[in-house]
């Protein structure tokens, strides 16, 4: 089995900033691409960035020069450093790993359990 384990959530005011981080661990074989996503009240899910095995990363158009994508040294980590963060940006943040647990077995996606992120205004 496969765990991605986030933290780093919380309550900040509007122009702060906030660090996520997300470790995968379990069956891991490799891991082709990590991403983060969020979803507000009410709202869909949806994509804040993404950051593949080769280091491309892609964000997304509202959080674009604010939200920045990395990964750790060991590859099994993410991070999402959140500058300048706005009250739209609340949600609960969630990870996402495309994970190839043997070389003969298709990837799938594994997710974590969520981390909450409040902006107050």
């Known amino acids: 089995q496969v765990q991605l384990v986030e933290s780093g959530g919380g309550l900040v005011q509007a122009g702060g900033s906030l660090r996520l981080s997300c470790a995968a661990s379990?069956?891991?074989?490799?891991?082709?691409?990590m991403a983060w996503y969020r979803q507000a009240p009410g709202k869909q899910r949806e994509l804040v960035a993404v950051?593949?095995?080769?280091?491309?990363?892609n964000v997304g158009d509202s959080v674009k020069g604010r939200f920045t994508i990395s990964r750790g040294n060991a590859k099994n980590t993410v991070y999402l450093q959140m500058n300048s963060l706005r009250p739209e940006d609340t949600a609960v943040y969630y990870c996402?790993?495309?994970?190839?647990?043997?070389?003969?077995?298709?990837?799938?996606?594994?997710w974590g359990q969520g981390t909450q992120v409040t902006v107050s205004s």
């Open positions: 950051i593949t095995s080769g280091g491309n990363t």
């Open positions: 996402n790993a495309e994970v190839v647990v043997a070389d003969y077995i298709a990837p799938r996606d594994y």
């Open positions: 379990g069956s891991i074989f490799s891991i082709n691409a």
